[in-house]
């Protein structure tokens, strides 16, 4: 029965995302339930073409990523894979018609990992777009349920909330993808002369996102408001965390919430968006 392996595959989705980001399956869990499904699908993907390219160290990365996008296409195609993480996007793409060109872009992103180290400014918008205002658009889909206007309307303020947690995980990260991978994100940026004014400048570029993602979010249905809210306050909060440190201290360590602390972040945001607070 084709779903009971759907409903494996959602679980297989669902069990990568809690493994893998305990704060992202926390917020996920706020959503409709209708939407709880096909975020994880979205995420499982995501997710698994994001380890090719950062973790599977002792294997042809190049040869995997083409292979897993090979897969990916002729599972949406075919309206099935026997690889259930990709079941479960399959099902999400075709039953949201999520646009091939948002997929492309994510996996030309991924290319990028395996062959770039540095970035220019064009090739950092390049990347961005494809890591993460596309999964913003993707998620989006899955929000406005076939309301095309509504989606138009939401566009630019998805895309910028993506801008703006990616643009905080490369903060967050900076240490492991310089020391571990040599990876440098920020476009034009010379590591050894990383100073608290070249930080406050992408700290201000993070800002303007955040502000214009927060009016997306009031914009947003309320089956998936509070989800997307939960989201925005957790990076948020690793955000004001990351601006209080020197810049020095970045890159000595990977910035974290706290588990509790994340739990007392996501009952506010409860509170405050069931008040109309936001």
Not at 115 to 129: G, T, V
Not at 166 to 183: E, H, P
């Amino acid at each position: 029965m084709k779903k009971l392996f759907d409903k494996v595959s959602d679980s297989s989705s669902k069990l990568v995302t809690r493994q893998y980001s305990t704060s992202f399956s926390l917020g996920i869990r706020f959503l409709n339930k209708s939407f709880q499904n096909p975020i994880y699908g979205i995420y499982g993907f995501v997710r698994l073409a994001d380890e090719i390219v950062d973790s599977f160290h002792d294997y042809d990365k190049a040869l995997l990523l083409e292979e897993f996008k090979r897969d990916t296409y002729l599972s949406i195609e075919r309206k099935i894979s026997l690889n259930p993480i990709l079941n479960s996007f399959q099902k999400v793409v075709n039953d949201f018609q999520i646009e091939p060109e948002l997929i492309d872009a994510f996996l030309k992103s991924m290319q990028m990992d395996l062959e770039q180290k540095e970035h220019s400014p064009e090739s950092y918008k390049q990347y961005i777009l494809g890591s993460a205002e596309v999964v913003g658009l993707m998620c989006l889909r899955v929000f406005t349920e076939q309301d095309c206007k509504l989606f138009d309307d939401l566009k630019p303020y998805a895309m910028a909330l993506g801008s703006a947690f990616q643009k905080i995980n490369f903060l967050r990260d900076m240490n492991a993808d310089y020391l571990g991978m040599g990876r440098v994100y920020f476009p034009n940026l010379n590591m050894l002369e990383l100073n608290d004014y070249t930080k406050f400048e992408i700290e201000q570029d993070i800002e303007l996102d955040f502000i214009k993602g927060l009016h997306g979010i009031k914009m947003l249905p309320k089956r998936s408001r509070l989800g997307v809210y939960v989201a925005y306050i957790y990076y948020r909060s690793l955000f004001n965390k990351i601006k209080k440190l020197e810049a020095r201290h970045v890159l000595e360590q990977r910035i974290r919430i706290p588990n509790p602390q994340k739990i007392a972040l996501f009952a506010g945001s409860y509170v405050r968006n069931s008040f109309n607070l936001l």
